[in-house]
Protein backbone atom coordinates (compact mmCIF):
# COMPACT_ATOMS: atom_id res chain seq x y z
CA UNK A 1 0.00 0.00 0.00
CA UNK A 2 1.85 2.77 -1.06
CA UNK A 3 0.57 6.83 0.81
CA UNK A 4 1.89 10.08 0.10
CA UNK A 5 5.26 9.51 -0.90
CA UNK A 6 6.22 12.45 0.75
CA UNK A 7 9.60 11.14 1.44
CA UNK A 8 10.73 8.72 -0.98
CA UNK A 9 11.93 5.80 1.64
CA UNK A 10 14.19 2.91 -0.13
CA UNK A 11 14.44 -0.21 1.51
CA UNK A 12 15.18 -3.87 0.69
CA UNK A 13 13.23 -6.43 1.31
CA UNK A 14 14.91 -7.94 4.73
CA UNK A 15 15.03 -4.78 6.00
CA UNK A 16 11.09 -3.93 5.59
CA UNK A 17 10.12 -3.48 8.24
CA UNK A 18 12.57 -0.45 9.12
CA UNK A 19 10.71 1.31 6.79
CA UNK A 20 9.04 3.99 8.45
CA UNK A 21 12.53 4.92 10.19
CA UNK A 22 15.05 4.38 7.26
CA UNK A 23 14.36 7.18 4.52
CA UNK A 24 17.18 6.88 1.23
CA UNK A 25 19.69 8.93 0.60
CA UNK A 26 19.49 11.31 -2.24
CA UNK A 27 22.75 10.03 -3.90
CA UNK A 28 21.85 6.55 -3.15
CA UNK A 29 18.33 5.72 -4.29
CA UNK A 30 19.38 2.32 -5.02
CA UNK A 31 20.36 1.10 -1.99
CA UNK A 32 18.93 -0.17 1.30
CA UNK A 33 18.92 2.60 3.17
CA UNK A 34 19.31 0.15 6.64
CA UNK A 35 21.68 -2.45 5.67
CA UNK A 36 22.78 -1.07 2.34
CA UNK A 37 22.39 -3.94 0.28
CA UNK A 38 21.43 -2.81 -3.13
CA UNK A 39 17.81 -2.74 -4.56
CA UNK A 40 16.79 -4.03 -7.97
CA UNK A 41 12.99 -3.33 -8.61
Keep these: MQGSD ?4 TYCSQCDEHREVHVT ?3 QPDFCSVCGAEIDE
Design 25 to 27: VPW
Design 6 to 9: MAKK
